[in-house]
């Protein structure tokens, strides 16, 4: 343009856009895949931006909830005592850009809440910065039905032997009692007990499983000497053990403020674990690392050690490892307890392992 703003001549640029062209036509394909491939899922699938806003959800959100749109849907179908959980998980993976998983009850269009797993996971350029989420909801009602129905009978069965078992318990301590150690009949006796015993610690365990489920696990926090507790554990399974030596090292320089009791039932079940699956070995390691603000506590056997596929499971509920399972007895329920223990401590609890190398047990404690 001149001075007076008319037009005096045209500039203009022609700039290869090819690529691009090329580019967007690739991420519509897959896209389109993508969305073809949802739709033939049973799952609700759905997709999100950056910022978190919904940019696509599959036909079967509508089909179920009976809502168009997914954003209001979300929370109208999300039962009220689970929608905090629901956005405290969410926050939190966006804040981490971390994959997340939990259970949530989803009201269907007939007015029905069924149990849900929630499954979500941020998508990622090359240089790790998010671009999308991703997640699906599958419907897991009827497994948690059943598992609540297996739960209350295990409950309900467990409570009603205690009492028997309770009772056999104390008349052979007092037979025991009237009955010489040199009497053939006391070591039958012993032998007996022996067995109830391990009955009893067998229902206890189912118990435990049953309160953790149902949020009823009692804990009775005091401060104390955790280093005089493992110590007195480690002498306690000592006295049983004819074939192991329980090596000590490190300590806890301050007191923790915790469940004692139920420290030691975690103490207990690794020692006992780590006894049980290294018949060939003859030691077992305790250690004990006072770390910035936590303590850290390993327990390591040189016993038949497991594949590192099983890591990720052997803390859930009935988990067995199948290649052990016929050697050794078990519920599957000790490591699943003793971790609901130690995380309503605030605490973690992980393992490594390597077959026939043997295991090593880790939890850590706040201080």
């Known amino acids: 343009r001149d001075e007076v703003g008319a037009i005096t001549k045209w500039i203009g640029t022609l700039t290869n856009i090819d690529e691009r062209k090329k580019a967007e036509a690739v991420l519509q394909e897959s896209e389109t895949r993508f969305r073809t491939l949802a739709e033939t899922l049973p799952q ?15 036909e079967n959100w509508e089909r179920y909830s009976g809502i168009k749109d997914i954003s209001e849907a979300w929370k109208a179908m999300t039962h009220p005592d689970d929608w905090d959980m629901v956005m405290s998980v969410w926050e939190k993976a966006k804040s981490n850009n971390t994959a997340y998983r939990y259970e949530v009850r989803l009201k269907n269009k007939e007015g029905e809440y069924r149990w849900h797993n929630a499954a979500g996971e941020p998508l990622k350029d090359e240089g790790g910065n998010v671009i999308k989420w991703i997640g699906a909801m599958t419907d897991m009602h009827d497994q948690k039905t059943r598992e609540q ?13 205690k009492t028997p078992l309770t009772t056999a318990k104390g008349f052979i301590e007092l037979l025991l009692r009237s009955l010489s150690e040199e009497n053939q009949t006391a070591l039958f006796a012993t032998k007996v007990k022996q067995a109830v015993d391990k009955l009893n610690d067998f229902i206890t365990e189912l118990l435990d499983a049953s309160k953790i489920q149902n949020g009823q696990l009692n804990y009775n926090i ?4 955790f280093n005089k507790m493992v110590e007195e554990t480690i002498e306690n399974i000592q006295l049983t053990s004819k074939n192991h030596i329980i090596q000590k090292t490190g300590n806890c320089s301050q007191q923790i403020t915790g469940d004692r009791s139920r420290l030691q039932q975690v103490v207990t079940n690794l020692l006992t674990n780590a006894l049980k699956y290294s018949p060939k070995a003859d030691k077992v390691l305790v250690n004990i690392e006072e770390q910035d603000r936590n303590i850290q ?16 499971k052997i803390f859930n509920r009935y988990y067995r490892v199948q290649e052990h399972a016929f050697l050794f007895q078990g519920l599957g329920i000790g490591l699943h307890i003793s971790s609901n223990i130690i995380q309503r401590h605030e605490g973690k609890m992980w393992a490594e392992s390597e077959p026939d190398k043997g295991s090593i047990f880790y939890f850590t404690l706040p201080l």
């Open 297 to 312: 506590v390993s327990v390591q056997d040189f016993g038949v050690g497991m594949s590192e596929h099983h890591l990720d």
């Open 222 to 225: 005091t401060t104390f000497d």
């Open 44 to 58: 609700m699938i759905w997709m999100r931006t950056v910022d978190g806003k919904i940019e696509y959800a599959s």
């Open 149 to 161: 129905q297996k739960d209350e009978f295990i409950s309900i069965a467990s409570h009603e032997m």
